[in-house]
């Protein structure tokens, strides 16, 4: 698989051409962003910990009869992954109270949501990612019902299998975002899975093991990353 020119460069991923028109090379880059960028830095380990992290995660997922995009690593920063039309809005899913959700609503932080919250958001940076429903999505073209449907019914199965995962490692999977693409007519699971992505919590102690540790300044970012990761049951270099 020969990497060509690239096609796209986010807050902490690069995308890439291949010599395979279907395949794209996803780049983990040592790049974190906060706050819509207002706050930036470089932490060294971040490419390889969230694609190893995001490997392992959707290996589980493919496993439990998800389709994602996910097709293997290349090398410790980079991964092969499907070429998706992705959709422009993102399921969140809610299994404790936490973050925009306490700001919302004034509900204190940590509550237990039985069941679990769903909703949804529009991917615009220029906008901060305003919240929709899927009345809005499907007027605007954003994505139409069924595949509304089918990515609810993804999400709340994500949920199910990655919960039960954590749990076993004595961790709680707070909350998450997901976004999902085309390929060939079915709706895929695409972009990644990582602490950077979602909420993680010890159980015990409540303490927070995802990027919140790099909003709120809390330090050793990449070392609590690794944390989740072995207790999980992910190997890194």
């Known amino acids: 698989m020969e990497k060509r020119d690239e096609l796209y460069a986010g807050k902490a991923k690069s995308v890439y051409y291949t010599d395979d028109p279907e395949r794209f090379v996803l780049v983990f880059r040592d790049d974190t962003s906060a706050f819509d960028g207002e706050k930036k830095e470089q932490l060294t380990r971040k490419g390889m910990v969230n694609n190893r992290f995001n490997a392992f995660i959707m290996e589980k997922l493919e496993a439990a009869g998800i389709p994602t995009h996910f097709e293997k690593l290349l090398s410790p920063v980079e991964s092969l992954v499907k070429k998706l039309d992705m959709l422009p809005v993102e399921c969140v899913v809610r299994n404790v109270s936490a973050g925009s959700l306490c700001r919302r609503l004034g509900v204190e932080e940590g509550q237990s949501l039985t069941p679990p919250t769903y909703e949804l958001f529009l991917k615009n940076d220029a906008l901060h ?59 895929v699971l695409g972009d990644e899975f990582s602490p950077d992505g979602c909420r993680i919590w010890d159980m015990a102690t409540r303490k927070k093991m995802d990027k919140d540790r790099f909003r709120q300044g809390l330090g050793d970012v990449i070392e609590t990353y690794e944390e989740v990761g072995k207790r999980l049951g992910i190997q890194f270099d």
């Open 129 to 187: 990612d305003p919240m929709i429903n899927e009345s809005l999505a499907v007027t605007f073209g954003w994505a139409a019902a069924d595949e509304l449907a089918q990515m609810k019914i993804l999400t709340y199965k994500v949920n199910e299998v990655l919960k039960a995962l954590f749990e076993e490692a004595g961790l709680l999977l707070v909350d998450y975002k997901l976004e999902f693409g085309r390929v060939s007519g079915e709706i």
